[in-house]
T-cell receptor, first 116, second 112 residues
Framework: EAGVVQSPRYKIIEKKQPVAFWCNPI?????LYWYLQNLGQGPELLIR????????DSQLPKDRFSAERLKGVDSTLKIQPAELGDSAVYLC??????????????FGEGSRLTVL | TQLLEQSPQFLSIQEGENLTVYCNSS?????LQWYRQEPGEGPVLLVT?????EVKKLKRLTFQFGDARKDSSLHITAAQPGDTGLYLC????????????FGKGTLLTVNP
């Protein structure tokens, strides 16, 4: 079974440029998460989808970040314009959430962003 | 917002030693998960604990969930270099909230 697939693995851009990350979750998983992880730190939730609905985007900096999950499958995370402080690893995860159970999160390998 | 505190933040030990890392909060959780993350990879689930006082063993790893479901510990016996990685605890308050919040992690290095 294929795992969570993310692309690109690495991206280097100059500040003020746009960037987009793509995530293909595990087939059948109803919940998709985007996390931001700084070096040596734990992941911080940016946005959580249940099917195609964004149910928690309270930590997403909406002035420059946007996300979508069309048809409740693949998802994209966009930053425009990027700032130096956005340099981090962007992790996508998916899970099968059943009633009363968060379930196991399956993570992709992440997209490492460097903003120069 | 529940806050998960992990300690120690860094731990460097020799192969064969035992160690314990901790995950604490003032909040009560419906479930708590431990993940291990290796460099350049995403976190991978080790265990989920849901019952206060629960103890789970995974080979040389022993996980305990506090009686009040506010804290957890991970004990590794006879650590090996392959145990090196970032150990993360993540917790959910349950109900209709399936948000998993992570601590900052414990970075473990096991030297041969």
């Amino acid at each position: 079974e294929a795992g969570v697939v993310q692309s690109p693995r690495y991206k280097i851009i100059e500040k003020k440029q746009p960037v987009a990350f793509w995530c293909n979750p595990i087939s059948g998983h109803n919940t998709l998460y985007w996390y931001l992880q700084n070096l040596g730190q734990g992941p911080e939730l940016l946005i959580r989808y249940e099917n195609e609905e964004a149910v928690d985007d309270s930590q997403l900096p909406k002035d420059r970040f946007s996300a979508e999950r069309l048809k409740g499958v693949d998802s994209t995370l966009k930053i425009q314009p990027a700032e130096l402080g956005d340099s981090a690893v962007y992790l996508c995860a998916s899970s099968l959430v059943l009633s009363g159970n968060t379930g196991e999160l399956f993570f992709g390998e992440g997209s490492r962003l460097t903003v120069l | 917002t529940q806050l998960l505190e992990q300690s120690p933040q860094f731990l460097s030990i020799q192969e064969g030693e035992n160690l314990t890392v901790y995950c604490n909060s003032s909040s009560v959780f419906s479930s708590l998960q431990w993940y291990r993350q290796e460099p350049g990879e995403g976190p991978v689930l080790l265990v989920t604990v849901v019952t206060g006082g629960e103890v789970k063993k995974l080979k040389r790893l022993t996980f305990q969930f506090g009686d009040a479901r506010k804290d957890s510990s991970l004990h590794i016996t006879a650590a090996q270099p392959g145990d090196t990685g970032l150990y993360l605890c993540g917790a959910s308050s349950g109900g209709s909230n399936y948000k998993l919040t992570f601590g900052k992690g414990t970075l473990l290095t096991v030297n041969p």
